[in-house]
């Protein structure tokens, strides 16, 4: 079966690929267990590009339906059916449930701990969800307690929903006894990621002054004025070096303001926020590229520039060191002068760069694939929705 959904256009368009007007798909069957996606708000993020890349899976052999309180970017997913529940009560939502013949409820839950509103959303979701007898597979994409409780999850024979967490570290950080969970990491198009950073390479010319930096929001979530020392130090132990920041947000004007007053704002080039398909562009840009977070619960920005075929260095905290991988990319959080170090080290020693390269690169492709994680999600949605189907027919 030939078929090109504008989701997939959308898609192909936005990330600069060939349009097609076919699109080769397993075919679905009318009997093909029907997956609603629910979340708060599809704007931009990882819990929205992972409701995304689920939904554009042309070989999952499920069917998708969305639910979310709000969804901005029409034109940008125009293909996906999302059914806009702004406040809804539990009856609203268990009318969507049955009208779409729901089979499982995959909740991708962020949390957000100071709108009430949020919560109050999911929460009428998740009623509505036990009330119909769905099976639920959760993914906790922010460390947070997650809605199950251990008495919903045993049954006998097996487990009824599912936990499902980014990273080992964010498993860790959400463990509720007796409920279940395994780690599905976030997925990057790799192939795509390395396509485009090698034909950005050979268009750049050569350049005398080495550089380095990162991708991310400087909204205080991931990044804190922390970060100040971090780029200081290695602006100081590395003379010929200038950093690139793409990102924008609070933090942006402490950056800027800090290197202005200690002489070395014309070493730093912000760029603001740029398009997800510029990305790979400008992480071959870098020799370097730096994860100066104070936590983060994945880190797609540092698979995106190993992708890039670009190595990292970063703080070991939170999910990074599970990305990061080699000893010599990490440093001490604490520790803004060993950080400066490893980057020092990392442009100095061309043999021990190409040593990261290679291991943080086969280390990505090995587990952050985007290939990887459809089929690992589509794995549990299928078994969940067996589950359910037998039970139904006892």
Not at 152 to 175: K, M, N, Q
Not at 201 to 206: H, I, L, T, V
Not at 294 to 321: C, E, K, M, N, Q
Request: aromatic share 4%; net charge negative; hydrophobic share 40%.
């Amino acid at each position: 079966m030939l078929e090109a959904t504008a989701l997939e256009r959308s898609i192909r368009r936005r990330r600069d690929l060939a349009e097609a007007v076919e699109v080769e798909r397993r075919p679905v069957a009318r009997t093909a267990p029907t997956v609603v996606h629910a979340i708060h708000a599809l704007t931009m993020g990882g819990a929205q590009q992972l409701v995304v890349d689920l939904v554009s899976d042309p070989d999952s052999g499920l069917r998708h339906e969305t639910i979310a309180s709000k969804v901005p970017f029409p034109r940008t997913y125009a293909g996906l059916r999302a059914r806009v529940l702004e406040r809804p009560n539990v009856a609203e939502v268990r009318d969507r449930l049955r009208l779409v013949r729901a089979s499982v409820l995959h909740l991708a839950h962020y949390h957000h701990p100071t709108d009430d509103r949020v919560a109050a959303w999911y929460d009428a979701v998740m009623r509505a969800a036990r009330l119909e007898g769905l099976p639920i597979l959760q993914s906790n994409l922010t460390p947070g307690d997650p809605w199950f409780e251990p008495s919903e999850i045993a049954v006998e024979g097996g487990t009824r929903h599912e936990l499902v967490c980014c990273s080992r570290w964010s498993l860790e950080a959400c463990e509720v006894p007796g409920v279940p969970g395994r780690v599905v990491h976030p997925g990057t198009p790799m192939a795509w990621f390395a396509a485009r950073a090698d034909e950005a390479r050979r268009r750049q010319s050569s350049r005398s002054k080495r550089r380095v930096g990162f991708a991310a929001r400087l909204d205080g979530d991931k990044i804190d004025p922390s970060i100040v020392e971090v780029l200081l130090g290695v602006l100081r132990s590395c003379p010929n070096v200038s950093i690139s920041i793409a990102g924008d947000g609070g933090l942006r004007g402490t950056i800027e303001q800090h290197l202005e007053s200690s002489g070395l704002s014309d070493r730093l080039e912000m760029l603001g926020s740029i398009a997800f398909e510029d990305l790979p562009a400008f992480h071959a840009s870098l020799d370097l590229a730096l994860a100066p977070m104070f936590a983060d619960t994945f880190g797609s920005g540092s698979v995106h520039a190993i992708a890039s075929g670009t190595p990292v260095v970063g703080r070991a905290v939170s999910a990074l060191p599970e990305i990061l991988v080699h000893p010599a990319a990490m440093a001490s959080p604490e520790d803004p002068d060993a950080f400066a170090d490893r980057v020092a080290t990392l442009l100095e020693d061309e043999r021990l760069r190409a040593e990261v390269v290679d291991v943080q690169r086969r280390h990505a492709e090995a587990n952050f694939d985007v290939g990887t994680m459809r089929r690992r999600y589509a794995e549990r949605l299928h078994a969940l929705a067996a589950r359910a189907s037998r039970e139904s027919e006892e």
